[in-house]
């Protein structure tokens, strides 16, 4: 798994390189194209459309996490390659960067006494405030974990549905080969049908990696927005 890590980072630093060297200002190049459009997607939609004011110094960090989990996403989907993001350990790391991240910059605004003491809000009374600051402050913390498990439980399940039907598929190769071969296409049905649906949980797999990786960046930006909002 580390090693498909190292080799996603690696795929994500050569496109952005890449891609950078050959922005136009009038559009050529399909492939550059699209990876601009996601990098506009990134920065329009959750960038400046979650976080607002301030948002240009968090896009780079944002499209970095976009791109690096839908790639890794992707890549897991190739037969031998590992799905980096099917591992908690990995999921963990990437969520640890995400709360260091959002935490950062709400320290940096207020200052370690100012941000802790913001996690309740203004106006609420004793003993309230008390109550209302350890639920805030569990709830901090509780996003490590739901960004590390959701990221995790999505990607692992589903390529466990999808091996379990690459499996049932492979079964029935053989039947297929042998009915082909000797032209009984009725009796090939079953092992074609089998094929469909593999093809379709790929299909269905590759939105699932888009959707996750929209997902995870979407809520860091939320994070984020939240923490500047309470400086």
């Keep these: 798994y580390i090693v498909w890590m190292v080799i996603c980072w ?13 922005l136009t200002l009038i559009p050529t190049n399909k492939f550059v194209n699209t990876v601009e459009y996601g990098y506009q997607f990134v920065r329009n939609d959750m960038g400046e459309g979650i976080i607002g004011h301030g948002f240009k110094k968090h896009v780079p960090f944002l499209a970095t996490l976009f791109f690096f989990i839908l790639l890794a996403n992707v890549v897991g989907l190739i037969p031998g390659a590992k799905a980096t993001t099917g591992t908690i350990s990995i999921t963990w790391a990437l969520a640890a960067i995400s709360f260091i991240y959002f935490n950062f910059y709400g320290l940096k605004e207020l200052g370690v006494f100012g941000y802790i003491k913001s996690l309740a809000p203004q106006g609420v009374s004793f003993p309230m405030n008390v109550l209302v600051w350890v639920v805030e402050l569990f709830s901090t913390f509780l996003r490590l974990i739901t960004l590390a498990v959701r990221l995790f439980c999505n990607m692992f399940a ?12 492979s079964m029935f190769m053989q039947p297929l080969l042998q009915q082909v071969s000797a032209a009984h296409a009725v009796g090939a049905l079953p092992s074609l049908a089998w094929l469909a649906i593999l093809i379709l949980i790929y299909a269905i797999e590759l939105v699932v990696g888009a959707i996750q990786a929209y997902v995870f960046t979407v809520l860091t930006a939320v994070y984020v927005s939240e923490a500047e909002e309470v400086a």
């Design 10 to 22: 690696i795929i994500t630093l050569v496109l952005i390189l890449v891609v950078g060297r050959k």
């Design 158 to 169: 589903g390529h466990v549905v999808m091996g379990s039907f690459a499996i049932m598929a």
